[in-house]
């Protein structure tokens, strides 16, 4: 497991853009925390680290936003409101999964079960005002601690 602490939204951004670069296309990446914890902000960061110029914001609404260029493609979910297999499906997330691109899946918990064995997962705490602390693992390695 890799912890660290931010202490702005600036710091947040720029260690998301770092630890994209780290990671291969099609990685899944499942969220946990609170309203207001970074998911957004480090979805931006990972989003410019892989050189994407994109206007990056939470896709409550949308459920998907689809950000892209060249080979690179993120798309953003956010699972607030998904409840269950059919709502899955019908917001193409098993299709995605097949597509090759960069899957980071905000509210998390709520498709804790669908998420593949090697998605990673990172939990954001708010530990101050502008502060947040990052746990990142494997979605296995989350389950056996």
Request: proline share 1%; aromatic share 12%; net charge negative.
């Amino acid at each position: 497991m890799t912890e660290f602490v931010t202490h702005s939204t600036e710091e947040t951004e720029l260690k998301a853009a770092e630890f994209a670069k780290t990671l291969a296309d099609g990685t899944v990446i499942g969220f946990l925390g609170d309203l207001g914890a970074g998911k957004t902000a480090f979805t931006r960061g990972f989003v410019q680290g892989l050189g994407i110029e994109s206007e990056v914001s939470s896709p409550t609404f949308a459920l998907c936003n689809d950000y892209s260029s060249g080979k690179k493609r993120v798309l953003h979910y956010d699972m607030y409101r998904i409840d269950g297999w059919d709502d899955l499906y019908s917001v193409g997330f098993f299709d995605a999964l097949d597509c090759g691109a960069y899957i980071l899946c905000e509210w998390s918990e709520n498709i804790f079960g669908a998420l593949p064995d090697d998605a990673v997962i990172i939990q954001i705490e708010k530990s101050g005002e502008n502060e947040r602390k990052f746990k990142i693992a494997t979605k296995s390695e989350f389950l056996s601690r």
